[in-house]
C-alpha cells in the first residue's frame, strides 16, 4: 500500500472529518504531531488513539529541546540539544525525552540533530539545535541522545542528510546552496557515518550542492552517496516536502514522486493533508513497483528495530517524574 510511504501531519488537537476520511482511506506509516496538536496529555491521548484506530502505524514528534520544544507548553522546557551537550547531560536529555514520548504514546523522535554549527552559517541558522562545530563532539552528544531515547524504547533519526551545517539558509524559507568542497563534507558526513547503524533511520535535508538539486530530490545524495558509499541501510525519511526549498521543483505531488524516486522511504507532509491523496497516486503512478517495493521493506526494518527497543526499554518514569526531571535538569545545566 504506497501510502504507508508517507508520514503526515494533521491540522489541530482533534481531527476534522475531512481528515478522519483522508486517513481512512490512505492510512499511512505514521503521523507527525506538532504543537498545534498538544493541548494537555489527556487530549493527546484521546487523538493518537483515534490516529491509531484510523489506520496510523507509528507515531512521531520532533522534540530536539529548546527552540524545537514540542512538549513545552504539557511538561517542563527542555534544554537545547547544545546546552545539554555542552554540560555533558546529553543522556538524560535523550532519557527524559524518550520517557515523556513513551507515556503521551509516540514512538519516534525525529532527533537528534547532527548537524555541525559552522560560524557563519549553522551556528546561525540552526542556532542551539546544533550541539558543535566539531565532528568529534557531536558524536558523543548525540550517541549519548540516541542510547537515552533507546533505554525508554523510542526511535530516533539523525538530521539533516547531507548536513546543513554550512547552509547559510533555512530550508523552511529558501533553498541553500552548499559549495562542493571534499574536505567540509567528510566533516558533514562524519556524525551520519558513525551513528547511521545505532540510529537505522536518516532524514535527508533540501540543501542542494553547486549543481542545484536539492539533496532529498537527488539520486546522487539520496541513493549513490547514502547507500552505495555511505553504506546506509537503514530507512530514509525526507524533511518536510512542503518546504521552501522546493517551492521551484513542482507541485506537492511531484515532489513526493521525485523524493521517493531518488531514495527517500518516507515522504513527509506535515501540514498539506488535503494533498496527501494526490500525492500517493502520484507515487503510484511515477515511481517504478520495485522502488516503492525497496521503500516499504526499509520501513518494515526499521518498524522491527521500535520493536527490538520497545522489548528492552526499561520503565519510563511517569509524566510528574518527568516534569521534575527537567527541572533538575535545567537547574544542572544553568
Known amino acids: 500500500m504506497t501510502s504507508r510511504l508517507f508520514g503526515v501531519g494533521v491540522s489541530g488537537p482533534e481531527l476534522t472529518p475531512s481528515e478522519r476520511e483522508i486517513l481512512s482511506r490512505y492510512p499511512p506509516f505514521g503521523v507527525i504531531l506538532f504543537r498545534r496538536n498538544l493541548e494537555s496529555p489527556e487530549q493527546v491521548a484521546r487523538l493518537i488513539g483515534e490516529l491509531r484506530s484510523l489506520g496510523a502505524r ?47 504514546g509516540f514512538d519516534v523522535d525525529l532527533a537528534p540533530v547532527v548537524d555541525r554549527a559552522v560560524a557563519g552559517a549553522g551556528d546561525v541558522v540552526l542556532g542551539e539545535r546544533a550541539a558543535s562545530a566539531d565532528p568529534g563532539e557531536i558524536i558523543r552528544a548525540a ?10 524504547g523510542v526511535g530516533g533519526c539523525l538530521k539533516h542528510f547531507p548536513g546543513l551545517g554550512r547552509a547559510r539558509l533555512d530550508t ?13 563534507e567528510a566533516l558533514d558526513l562524519a556524525p551520519f557515518d558513525a551513528l547511521m547503524g545505532v540510529a537505522g533511520a536518516m532524514m535527508i535535508s533540501h540543501a542542494a550542492g553547486e549543481d542545484g538539486m536539492p539533496a532529498s ?105 518527568v516534569t521534575a526531571g527537567l527541572r533538575a535538569l535545567a537547574d544542572a545545566l544553568a
Open 172 to 184: 523552511h524559507q529558501a533553498l541553500p546552496v552548499v559549495e562542493d568542497n571534499r574536505h567540509q
Open 217 to 321: 530530490l537527488s539520486s546522487e545524495w539520496a541513493t549513490i552517496r547514502l547507500r552505495d558509499i555511505l553504506g546506509f541501510e537503514g530507512a530514509a525519511f525526507s524533511d518536510d516536502l512542503e518546504m521552501g526549498a522546493l517551492s521551484s521543483f513542482g507541485s506537492l505531488p511531484e515532489r513526493c514522486a521525485r523524493a521517493a524516486a531518488a531514495g527517500c522511504d518516507l515522504l513527509c507532509l506535515c501540514s498539506e493533508i488535503a494533498s496527501y491523496p494526490d500525492c500517493v497516486e502520484a507515487v503510484e503512478r511515477r515511481v517504478p513497483v520495485e522502488r516503492r517495493a525497496e521503500a516499504a521493506e526499509r520501513l518494515e526494518e526499521y518498524a522491527g528495530h521500535l520493536e527490538r527497543l520497545r522489548k528492552t526499554a526499561v520503565a519510563a518514569e511517569t509524566l510528574p517524574v
Open 143 to 152: 550517541g549519548d541522545f540516541l542510547s537515552g531515547l533507546h533505554s525508554r
Open 58 to 104: 507509528f507515531l512521531f514528534l520532533d522534540q530536539e529541546g529548546g527552540t524545537v520544544d514540542r512538549l513545552r507548553d504539557l511538561l517542563e522546557p527542555a534544554p537545547s540539544f547544545q546546552r545539554a551537550a555542552a554540560g555533558g547531560a546529553a543522556r538524560r536529555a535523550g532519557e527524559l525525552a524518550g520517557a515523556s514520548l513513551v507515556q503521551l
